[in-house]
Each structure stands twice: as structure tokens, then as C-alpha cells.
């Protein structure tokens, strides 16, 4: 491999989800499992989701998934009934996260184009890594799409604190905008004002974090990714407490479907009392026609008006406004014109170490092409 840090390597896509396939199969986990799992690892490096990608996914099942007994290859997934035609509830055994989330999402769409709209919740599954890959595919079936989860372990600090009690939370929505502006409205974020993803992609390409997001054992900032102890909720000193009041609701609604404490979470039974150290999910989906009430004559109608609204957002000299989800897919045009998915020197390093690692063969960094 050359030694210039600042080359871009093209990782062709099914060779990547291929490979990643193998290291899932590698660790237990059944072939469709763990196709589902590479999948959304591709998906989210063909959108620019370097947080949520195939190394996190990997680091976080080594950390936390079948060595940790967190995550169970081939665990069956069991509907439970809710009583309520509109609202499912899963409990995934620890069933590895993206094939669940995947149903999870497919079932609210069901139920969303029966009723109008959709809410399933699932209890003891693994993490899911990046939901925006879920409610996209959903907004590309023309849904209106939501999601969130807790994360696998406590690390943000609440505003006001020092220790950290709550995940990092993430709340992601797509709206089927993409017949109007060329690409779905993506809103995508961790409640911290870091994703714990970003810290590691930072101490990978050997670089600081910003200020102000994380401090170590002390209490104090640290730029340093080797150094955090804990995450500041997003917004900062001054405005904090709306990252820590959206990571609360993830908390909240993980309480209502059947989560345990966020401080045990993701941490291994020593005490043996068998509660639960799993995440919990909430998927939704919404059919735009159930959302108009009568308001417009047809869909193409509301079409029209949602249209202008965002050209009103954008509009009146706003020259430099974008709509979230335009970044992600400018990244997925230029993975697509250049045939696949786009990695650092120090990604394709680690892609090697974890392929070698899992005794996967066929990946020759040499051969990637360079741009």
C-alpha cells in the first residue's frame, strides 16, 4: 500500500459485503444474518457514514455481541401481541441488530399501509448501527419514516453532570421527498454531541476530537479519543440540555417497551440477576395520504404543498442552505460514478487486520484502485 495519508481507496461493493459477510460467518453467525448485517455496513459507506460503517459494526460485535453474550447468531425472533392492530412488539432473543431492524421497519410498513401508520417496538435485539439505512429504504418506498434506539452502553453525561448515565441515542427520520428534490429528506443524529463512532474514526486517522464534546475520568475536557470517559450531550455548554433531553426520550421509551438501566446496559450479568443489558428499538412508519385528512384533492396535491415548502425554507437568498440527506447522497453519486465505496489508508489497514483476523481470504489492498 502507498504510504500517503491522504489517499482514497475504492472498495468495490459486493467484494465488501461479501468479505464482511464471511467475518459475520466467521463469529457464528448464520449466511442470511449476516449478509443482512454487511448490507447495512455497505449501505452505510456508500452514504458517507463513517461512524456507523462495517469497522464499527465489527468492533462492536467483537466488544459486546456472542463473546459478551449480548448477541446470539440465529436467535428467532418472537412477535408478541400488543392488543393493538397497528402497533407490533418484537422480542429479539439478541438476535443480531440489523436483521431485526430490517423486519422491524418492514412490519411498521405493513401496518402502515393498512392503517395509515405503523409502530413497532422491540425489546432484547442487538444495536442496530446506522437507522438511517433503515428508514431510507422505507422513505424510498414512498413512507414517511422514524426511528430510534438506545445505544449499547451509558456514555453521555446528562447536562448539569459528570458520570454517564445515558446512551448516545441516536433519532433518525426520512421523509419520500426524493420525486421532489432529486433525494429523501434524511435527518440523522446521535443525541451527544459526538457519536461514539466518530470518536473511534478520529483516533483511527490519529486525529482530536472537538472541543467541548467529551471529558475524561476527571470531569475535565479532553480532545483526546483515547482520553474519554464520557460524552457531552449536543448543543453544548450553553444549549446542552436539548441533546440530553432527545437522548432522554430513547431512554423513556426503552422503559415503556421493556429496557433495563442504562448503566448496566451492554455490560456483562456478574451479578447473575438476569436483567435486561439489551437495547431497545422503535420503528415507525407513516403513509403521507393518512396524513392529509381530507385537506387535499389528490396526492399529487400534497405533493405540490410540501414542495413549496421547501422551497420557501430554501428560498429568499438562501443560497447556501441544504436539505438534510443532500451530503449523504452526494456521497452515495460519488460512490456510485467510482464503483464503489470510498476508504481512508487507515480504514483499508484496519479492513485487512479484521479480515486476516477472521482467516478471510481474497482482499488485497494493493489491488484497490486509488483516487
Not at 73 to 99: F, R
Not at 102 to 118: E, H, L, N, P, S
Request: hydrophobic share 40%; charged share 20%; proline share 4%.
Amino acid at each position: 500500500m502507498s504510504s500517503s495519508s491522504s489517499a482514497t481507496y475504492v472498495f468495490g461493493e459486493d467484494q465488501h459485503n461479501d468479505l464482511v459477510t464471511q467475518v459475520y460467518q466467521h463469529r457464528g453467525y448464520e449466511r442470511d444474518e449476516s449478509e443482512v448485517a454487511a448490507h447495512y455496513a455497505g449501505m452505510a459507506s456508500k452514504y458517507g457514514i463513517k461512524t456507523h460503517a462495517a469497522l464499527k459494526a465489527l468492533h462492536l460485535e467483537h466488544l459486546f455481541g456472542t463473546g459478551a453474550g449480548l448477541a446470539r447468531p440465529g436467535a428467532t425472533v418472537e412477535e408478541v401481541d400488543t392488543g393493538y392492530p397497528a402497533v407490533a412488539k418484537l422480542n429479539a432473543n439478541l438476535k443480531l441488530g440489523q436483521p431485526v431492524a430490517r423486519q422491524a421497519m418492514q412490519m411498521a410498513m405493513d401496518r402502515a399501509d393498512k392503517y395509515g401508520v405503523g409502530l413497532v417496538l422491540v425489546d432484547r435485539p442487538f444495536h442496530y448501527l446506522w437507522g438511517g439505512g433503515y428508514v431510507l429504504e422505507a422513505a424510498q418506498e414512498g413512507f414517511i419514516a422514524y426511528t430510534n434506539c438506545t445505544a449499547t452502553l451509558a456514555e453521555v453525561v446528562p447536562f448539569g453532570g459528570k458520570f454517564p448515565t445515558i446512551g448516545t441515542n441516536p433519532h433518525t427520520w426520512a421523509f419520500p421527498t426524493q420525486d421532489l428534490v432529486g433525494h429523501v429528506t434524511l435527518i440523522d443524529w446521535a443525541t451527544s454531541a459526538v457519536a461514539m463512532g466518530r470518536v473511534q474514526q478520529l483516533k483511527r486517522e490519529g486525529q482530536p476530537l472537538p472541543e467541548a464534546t467529551a471529558i475524561d475520568e476527571k470531569g475535565e475536557f479532553t480532545t483526546d479519543p483515547d482520553k474519554v470517559f464520557g460524552l457531552m450531550p449536543f448543543g453544548g455548554k450553553l444549549a446542552g440540555h436539548k441533546g440530553y433531553g432527545l437522548g432522554l426520550i430513547d431512554e423513556l421509551y426503552a422503559a415503556y417497551i421493556g429496557g433495563s438501566l442504562p448503566t448496566i446496559r451492554g455490560r456483562a450479568d456478574e451479578a447473575g440477576d438476569g436483567r435486561n443489558r439489551a437495547s431497545c428499538y422503535l420503528f415507525q412508519a407513516i403513509k403521507p395520504e393518512a396524513m392529509a385528512a381530507g385537506t387535499f384533492a389528490s396526492r399529487a396535491e400534497q405533493d405540490a404543498n410540501v414542495q413549496a415548502v421547501i422551497e420557501d425554507v430554501l428560498g429568499h437568498g438562501n443560497d447556501g442552505a441544504i436539505l438534510p440527506g443532500w451530503f449523504e447522497h452526494q456521497a452515495y453519486l460519488k460512490s456510485q460514478a467510482e464503483g464503489g465505496m470510498l476508504f481512508t489508508e487507515a480504514e483499508i489497514r484496519e479492513f485487512a487486520e479484521v479480515f486476516d483476523e477472521a482467516d478471510v481470504k481474497g482482499f488485497d489492498p494493493n489491488a484497490l484502485r486509488k483516487i
